[in-house]
């Protein structure tokens, strides 16, 4: 589905991302794990087009994306849930979702807009029950899942996440695993970026170890998981057996 | 029937991408956490960044079984020994012995591939496999067992040796599948007629066979007295042992495990890559190993890579049986030679037995070779005039194989020394 060949991207002069390979499979939930700084947010936003390429090739399905428009590559079916959430503050929960359902009035699918508004609610009750509250006045968590309904508005074939766990209680981050993993099973496509790589690493099918802008492991979450170095670095401590 | 359909069959442009993403993060590894890569890669001016294809695999420079032994005993890890979870080592008898570590995912990955080559030989997890490879710190047997063990099937960890127990054991525990060297399978077919046992009372279905060069001619032989389907398997401890390449039931050409090893063919002497279909020196990169990656590294095994996708499915390449060693290539006369030739000769002979003997010795500035060959005893008993056909069929026969001429010494049966590990069929008297 997605296919990313020696990318190499940054900001201005400066490159973060050296000669990155990766690939995403139909049904997958791929993996990017990484400390602070290793480049996981550039990639993501090079693929969805906020960033251009300095180098590289960016294939989704077949057609390639790396000089293409950022609503194009939306239209096309890949969407992203930034960082931070990047919720509309000032605007209620149900007008946030309608904004995320854009392309799908620009397909001319607009009748499809109330079923997947439906469709969202039902897979978090929680923001149904927030429908005219602000975006603003709701918690981390549920701006996280206000976040990850607003792209699945758009009826993306992949679905890109960014640190979907940052600055959620423990119990919240299980919850939003639990809905990545409600997602996929759905039909959907996962990239998810992590800097939680234990939480990632068990959901996903497959991870890439990104290190200063390389990626210098990729493998079977599982083989990831029983990896030492990975446990040492990004696991928090070293396990024993397996 | 597949052990990993998706990868075995894997779509050839998916399998490109997955090589080039391993590739990738295998050099940054080895430039990271490997001094002697970091130095190679500085000598030529090859920064691991600037890799954009599997291609761009030619500018670094060849890894030698002499650059493991300068490094001997972990010098080439990439990782800390505590992550090491078994170490194994080459018999070293030219030299100092290499030594080879695994991480736990790499025993994993090892017993995942081996499953792969018992299952494309037949063997599934109702089958009683005995493993006659030595084991130790040689590869072959503990590769075998640990994937053996994971299809399901029940091992008989009786190593080499004792051959009538190993026949013994063969009927009492009704084995189905042999693995070890086919000269010990030899052996033990030989042993066994011996003993007058009707090979009707065993059980055995399978032969997996390896760790040396054997030819078509002996693979029909054994197939013939064992009465069993017999595959060809691949591998070399430095790259991880048995589980690199294997036969399938086709049994045309070893299917190479193309998403963990990268292979190149190389002309040994110009070092340059060989024409397409063209035999040549295997060189093999590692793309998942994780305590020992190896680059580019000269197995001096060779072979041809045969392109055409195989009938049974796998879309992974083949390499067609390995015929020789470069360092077991005979120069006799000034003509490459190599052992296997002459095997095939006699095993097309009638009345030839498939022990044999290469002797090469030097009588002032000339090479000469004898080729000491077992016969059935009816041959050796006969009259003189039957003996000297025969002799003189042999004769013609491996000269118009090898291009030269060499002398026939027929030797009554048994004379020969047998083998229960790997095969020393040639000695070299002469001095260089």
Redesign the interface.
Known sequence: MLRIRNLDAGYGTLTVLRRVSIHVKPGEIVTIIGANGAGKTTLLKTVTGLLRAQAGEILFNGQDIGRMPIERIVMNGCSLVPEGRQVFPAMPVRENLLLGAYVQFKRGNKHDVEKDLDHAYTLFPVLRQREHQLAGTLSGGEQQMLAMARALMARPKLIMLDEPSMGLAPLMVKEIFNIIVRIREQGNTVLLVEQNARSALKIANRGYVLETGRIILEGDSEDLLANRDVQRAYLGREQEGN | MYWQPESECMDRE?LE??Q???L??TL??VY?NVPFYRKRFDEVKFNP????SLDDLKKLPFTTKNDLRDNYPYGLFA?PL??VVRVHASSGTTGMATVVGY???DI?TWSNLVARILTAGGITKDDVIQISFNYGLFTGAFGLHYGAERVGASVIPISSGNTKRQIQIMQDFKTTALVGTPSYAMLIADTMMEMGINRNSLSLKYGLFGAEPWSEAMRKELENKLKIVATDNYGLSEVMGPGVAGECMERHGLHIAEDHFLVELINPQTLEPVEPGEAGELVITTL?K?AFPVIRYRTRDLTRLIPEPCACGRTMRRMARVFGRTDDMLIIRGVNVFPQQIETVLFEIEGVAPHYQIVIDRKGALDETTVNVEVSESIFFDEMKKQSELKETIKKRLAGELGISVEVKLVEKKTLERFEGKAKRVIDNRKF
């Open positions: 998916e991408q997955l080039l993403e391993r990738e993060s940054s590894r990271m960044d600037d890799l954009r990782v505590r992550d991480s736990r995912n994993k998942t994780e």
